[in-house]
């Protein structure tokens, strides 16, 4: 390993002076958790299409993506000429009513019918918390149910069960008890454990809503079967509960119609994130049936007690523009198709050097999401409390060493198990790409 770890002495020399005198003003150095990589964090001076370049010039094939949401790949630029035309003659943000509003949540409904209604926020944490507002301001009931290990964003709430099933509190510093006191958690894929909380919760306050990520926690880390989100959806109907799809990473990626049109069910919130702008910023908003989302508009039209909910940022022409623009290109260019191609070619060529070098790891995707599980960190769980303790901090490390081997050869990863690809990742990338991870998985044999 200290041979891929001596690239980042060598090479990157300017992200190394950067991040020293960031952490004298930023907490960590870094502002966002994807920045922060072992041994330090890159930092990023240019971006085009399926590539990064350093601070040090050098250059890196891009499978973070944003954390998902820059499906056409980085800048691109029929988007960016769109965005540079609203600047000139509007600039970023009025706190007025903009057209592209409309024309945006138009184009989501007609890609997604399920979203009848859409509302705009700044970002996907947000958008789960209005989707959990509404939910028990039009249901009067109380509880919240999601699956163990989940990600629904960093609100009070929801910081419950992260990452790992079980954890509950865990990560909950800085956080009252009673915020998450009407939070619950189940383990994955367990549709009996969901209904026991359905039924003992139906006879103190009952259950607002269910809200899974509709490929399984940590973006399919933890699969679900097909018939699942079904399942689920039965089961909320069964106990007038309302059912929450959080496609913050598959709406739009997963093709047009998001998980709900892959699989086939129809939620009754639908909640985005910077999925919804083409990855430009102050983007997310929640979505669904019209007589939920209503909730929102009390005063304005609506009917009824009003679930409040603002942002200075919300639906800014910058990001309505983006987005509306994006899923045109997105459609035009059939971008969700391509880079699921791009995806399963990912896939094979890893699965092919894992069965090559006879490696105990595992490699697997749900189209333009890849996974690359060479540590397992991610499939521990609290059901046994002492393997947990013995093997969570080795595992992780060993992640963190195999993401940073990665980047020494040139991979950009999401915390050197993940990988969105995008429409710019051609045939040649991938394979330039496989190139580059046998060198460090053939190190692992």
Same mark, same amino acid.
């Given at each position: ?22 952490? /004298? ?14 041994? %330090? =964090? ?6 085009? !299409? ?27 630029? =029929? ?12 600039? =970023? ?5 903009? *057209? ?18 859409? +509302? ?5 944490? *947000? @958008? ?13 009931? /109380? ?8 990600? #629904? ?6 910081? $419950?069960?992260? #990452? ?27 549709? /009996?454990?969901?209904?026991? #909380? ?24 933890? =699969?679900?079967?097909?018939? %699942?989100?079904?399942?689920? +959806? ?17 709406? %739009? ?24 702008? @083409? ?9 669904? +049936? ?10 304005? !039209? ?8 603002? !942002? ?16 045109? *290109? ?33 490699? $697997? ?5 890849? #996974? ?17 303790? +013995? ?9 963190? *060493? ?44």
């Amino acid at each position: 390993m200290q041979e891929f770890l001596s690239y980042f002495e060598e090479r990157c020399k300017s992200s190394k002076a950067l991040t020293d005198e960031a952490k /004298k003003y930023i907490p960590g150095g870094v502002q966002h958790n994807l920045a922060f990589n072992h041994p %330090f =964090p890159i930092a990023i001076g240019k971006t085009e !299409g399926a590539y990064l370049w350093d601070a040090d010039g050098n250059q890196y094939i891009d499978f973070l993506q944003a954390g998902g949401p820059t499906l056409l790949g980085s800048n691109y630029a =029929p988007v960016r000429e769109k965005v540079f035309e609203l600047l000139e003659t509007c600039g =970023p943000v009025t706190g007025l009513f903009h *057209e592209y509003e409309l024309k945006l949540a138009q184009l989501v409904n007609r890609f997604m019918p399920a979203v009848e209604m859409f +509302r705009l926020l700044g970002s996907g944490t *947000e @958008g789960v918390m209005a989707a959990i507002r509404a939910a028990r301001a039009f249901t009067k009931k /109380k509880y919240v149910i999601k699956v163990g290990g989940a990600y #629904h964003g960093w609100s009070d709430q929801m910081v $419950y069960g992260l #990452h790992i099933p079980g954890t509950r509190r865990l990560e909950a510093t800085g956080i009252p008890r009673a915020a998450s006191s009407a939070t619950e958690e189940f383990f994955p894929n367990s549709l /009996k454990a969901l209904k026991r #909380h359905l039924m003992v919760n139906r006879l103190r306050g009952g259950t607002a809503a269910v809200i899974v990520e509709p490929l399984g926690p940590e973006s399919g880390t933890r =699969p679900v079967p097909f018939d %699942f989100n079904q399942k689920v +959806r039965e089961l909320c109907d069964e106990f007038g509960a309302l059912l929450i799809f959080d496609e913050v990473v598959t709406g %739009f990626r997963l093709g047009l119609g998001g998980a709900q049109g892959f699989f086939g069910v129809r939620p009754d919130l639908t909640v985005f994130g910077k999925c919804i702008s @083409g990855g430009y910023p102050m983007a997310g908003g929640v979505g669904g +049936r019209t007589d939920v989302i209503m909730t929102f508009a009390a005063g304005i !039209g609506g009917t009824g007690e009003r679930a409040y909910v603002g !942002g200075t940022l919300s639906a800014n022409p910058l990001s309505c523009v983006a987005g509306y623009y994006s899923l045109l *290109e997105m459609e035009r260019t059939n971008a969700p198709v391509i880079a699921g191609c791009a995806g399963d070619r990912l896939t094979k060529g890893l699965q092919a050097i894992i069965e090559k070098y006879g490696l105990p790891f595992v490699a $697997y995707n749900q189209g333009s999401i890849v #996974h690359l599980e060479t540590s397992g960190v991610m499939l521990l769980d609290f059901r046994n409390p002492i393997r947990l303790a +013995r093997e969570l901090k080795p595992r992780k490390h060993m992640i963190e *060493e195999m993401g940073a081997a990665y980047m020494s050869q040139g991979l950009i990863t999401l915390a050197g198990s993940r990988m969105y690809t995008s429409m710019a990742d051609t045939d040649e990338v991938i394979d330039r790409a496989l190139n580059k991870f046998e060198i460090v998985l053939s190190a692992c044999a």
